[in-house]
Protein backbone atom coordinates (compact mmCIF):
# COMPACT_ATOMS: atom_id res chain seq x y z
CA UNK A 1 0.00 0.00 0.00
CA UNK A 2 1.33 3.36 -0.56
CA UNK A 3 0.78 6.67 1.11
CA UNK A 4 -0.01 9.64 -1.80
CA UNK A 5 0.50 13.22 -0.77
CA UNK A 6 -2.23 15.61 -3.05
CA UNK A 7 -0.40 18.71 -3.24
CA UNK A 8 -2.73 22.39 -3.40
CA UNK A 9 -3.24 25.66 -2.59
CA UNK A 10 -5.79 27.15 -0.85
CA UNK A 11 -5.61 31.42 -1.13
CA UNK A 12 -7.97 34.27 0.85
CA UNK A 13 -8.89 36.51 -1.57
CA UNK A 14 -11.11 38.35 -0.36
CA UNK A 15 -12.69 38.94 3.15
CA UNK A 16 -14.80 41.66 4.60
CA UNK A 17 -16.34 41.46 8.63
CA UNK A 18 -18.06 43.40 10.53
CA UNK A 19 -16.98 45.60 13.84
CA UNK A 20 -20.50 44.47 15.22
CA UNK A 21 -20.92 41.08 17.51
CA UNK A 22 -23.11 39.42 14.97
CA UNK A 23 -22.75 41.48 11.77
CA UNK A 24 -22.30 40.51 8.38
CA UNK A 25 -19.30 38.86 6.85
CA UNK A 26 -17.92 37.72 3.54
CA UNK A 27 -14.79 35.64 2.75
CA UNK A 28 -13.96 34.57 -0.91
CA UNK A 29 -11.13 31.57 -1.59
CA UNK A 30 -9.26 30.61 -4.45
CA UNK A 31 -7.76 26.94 -4.96
CA UNK A 32 -5.65 25.20 -6.89
CA UNK A 33 -4.51 20.95 -7.14
CA UNK A 34 -1.50 20.80 -8.77
CA UNK A 35 -0.15 17.27 -8.26
CA UNK A 36 0.37 13.62 -6.38
CA UNK A 37 3.97 12.86 -5.19
CA UNK A 38 5.06 10.13 -2.96
CA UNK A 39 7.69 12.65 -0.83
CA UNK A 40 6.38 16.08 -0.35
CA UNK A 41 8.80 19.36 0.21
CA UNK A 42 7.48 21.81 2.79
CA UNK A 43 6.93 25.15 1.11
CA UNK A 44 5.27 28.27 2.32
CA UNK A 45 2.39 27.99 -0.41
CA UNK A 46 1.98 24.46 -0.87
CA UNK A 47 -0.77 22.04 1.29
CA UNK A 48 -0.73 18.30 1.40
CA UNK A 49 -3.10 15.86 2.12
CA UNK A 50 -1.72 12.49 2.68
CA UNK A 51 -4.18 9.56 1.28
CA UNK A 52 -3.58 5.70 1.69
CA UNK A 53 -4.78 4.72 -1.71
CA UNK A 54 -4.47 0.80 -0.81
CA UNK A 55 -3.19 -0.12 -3.23
CA UNK A 56 0.40 0.40 -4.91
CA UNK A 57 1.40 3.15 -6.73
CA UNK A 58 4.76 4.25 -8.36
CA UNK A 59 6.27 7.53 -9.32
CA UNK A 60 4.80 7.58 -13.12
CA UNK A 61 1.86 5.47 -12.42
CA UNK A 62 -1.47 7.81 -13.33
CA UNK A 63 -3.53 8.85 -10.81
CA UNK A 64 -6.89 10.92 -10.44
CA UNK A 65 -7.85 12.78 -7.35
CA UNK A 66 -11.60 13.92 -6.83
CA UNK A 67 -12.12 17.16 -5.23
CA UNK A 68 -15.07 19.57 -4.49
CA UNK A 69 -15.13 23.33 -4.27
CA UNK A 70 -17.85 24.41 -1.65
CA UNK A 71 -19.03 27.65 -0.13
CA UNK A 72 -20.19 27.52 3.46
CA UNK A 73 -21.84 29.86 5.95
CA UNK A 74 -24.51 30.90 8.71
CA UNK A 75 -27.02 33.16 9.23
CA UNK A 76 -25.02 36.46 9.03
CA UNK A 77 -22.64 35.55 5.84
CA UNK A 78 -20.72 32.84 3.94
CA UNK A 79 -17.69 32.08 2.29
CA UNK A 80 -16.96 30.89 -1.19
CA UNK A 81 -14.22 28.35 -2.54
CA UNK A 82 -13.23 25.90 0.53
CA UNK A 83 -11.60 22.78 -1.37
CA UNK A 84 -11.88 19.95 -0.15
CA UNK A 85 -9.44 16.73 -1.57
CA UNK A 86 -11.64 13.86 -1.17
CA UNK A 87 -9.83 10.95 -2.48
CA UNK A 88 -7.00 9.93 -4.88
CA UNK A 89 -7.59 6.66 -7.65
CA UNK A 90 -5.81 4.51 -9.54
CA UNK A 91 -8.99 3.98 -11.41
CA UNK A 92 -10.89 6.63 -13.25
CA UNK A 93 -14.54 4.55 -12.92
CA UNK A 94 -14.24 4.54 -9.69
CA UNK A 95 -13.23 8.05 -9.50
CA UNK A 96 -16.08 9.36 -11.28
CA UNK A 97 -18.81 6.99 -9.02
CA UNK A 98 -17.17 8.26 -5.99
CA UNK A 99 -18.19 11.82 -7.61
CA UNK A 100 -21.73 10.97 -8.32
CA UNK A 101 -21.87 9.90 -4.08
CA UNK A 102 -20.75 13.23 -3.48
CA UNK A 103 -23.20 14.55 -5.46
CA UNK A 104 -25.53 13.75 -3.60
CA UNK A 105 -25.22 15.77 -0.43
CA UNK A 106 -25.62 13.57 2.22
CA UNK A 107 -24.04 14.04 5.69
CA UNK A 108 -22.12 10.49 4.88
CA UNK A 109 -20.58 9.30 1.72
CA UNK A 110 -19.24 5.85 1.00
CA UNK A 111 -17.45 4.74 -1.72
CA UNK A 112 -15.11 2.07 -3.24
CA UNK A 113 -11.38 2.63 -3.15
CA UNK A 114 -9.06 0.74 -5.54
CA UNK A 115 -8.36 -1.82 -3.19
CA UNK A 116 -12.26 -3.35 -2.93
CA UNK A 117 -12.50 -1.61 0.39
CA UNK A 118 -15.80 0.64 1.67
CA UNK A 119 -14.26 4.14 2.66
CA UNK A 120 -17.02 6.40 4.56
CA UNK A 121 -16.54 10.19 4.56
CA UNK A 122 -18.42 12.19 6.09
CA UNK A 123 -19.05 15.34 3.62
CA UNK A 124 -18.52 19.16 4.27
CA UNK A 125 -20.90 19.98 1.77
CA UNK A 126 -24.03 18.36 3.59
CA UNK A 127 -25.41 21.32 5.85
CA UNK A 128 -28.21 23.76 5.26
CA UNK A 129 -25.80 26.86 4.76
CA UNK A 130 -23.21 24.76 2.08
CA UNK A 131 -23.07 24.65 -1.56
CA UNK A 132 -21.22 22.61 -4.02
CA UNK A 133 -19.77 24.78 -6.60
CA UNK A 134 -17.76 21.86 -8.54
CA UNK A 135 -16.48 18.23 -7.67
CA UNK A 136 -13.40 17.66 -10.25
CA UNK A 137 -11.33 14.83 -11.82
CA UNK A 138 -7.96 15.70 -12.13
CA UNK A 139 -5.48 13.26 -13.61
CA UNK A 140 -1.92 13.61 -12.76
CA UNK A 141 1.39 11.27 -12.83
CA UNK A 142 2.55 10.54 -10.01
CA UNK A 143 5.79 12.50 -9.19
CA UNK A 144 8.24 11.61 -6.47
CA UNK A 145 8.19 14.69 -4.90
CA UNK A 146 7.32 18.41 -5.07
Given at each position: ??????A????????????E??????S??SS??????????D??????D?I??G????V??????V???Y???D?F?????H????????DV??????R??????????E????N?????????A??YF???S???I?K???????
Amino acid sequence: MTMVNVAYTNTVEHSEYSEEEYGPWYSCMSSDVYGVCLERLDTSYSVYDKIDMGVDVAVGDTVYVVSMIYSSGDSFGHSEGHLEIIWCFKDVELAEACRVEYEKKTYSVEFMADNGNMVKNSNPASGYFEHISSIDIDKFTIASYM
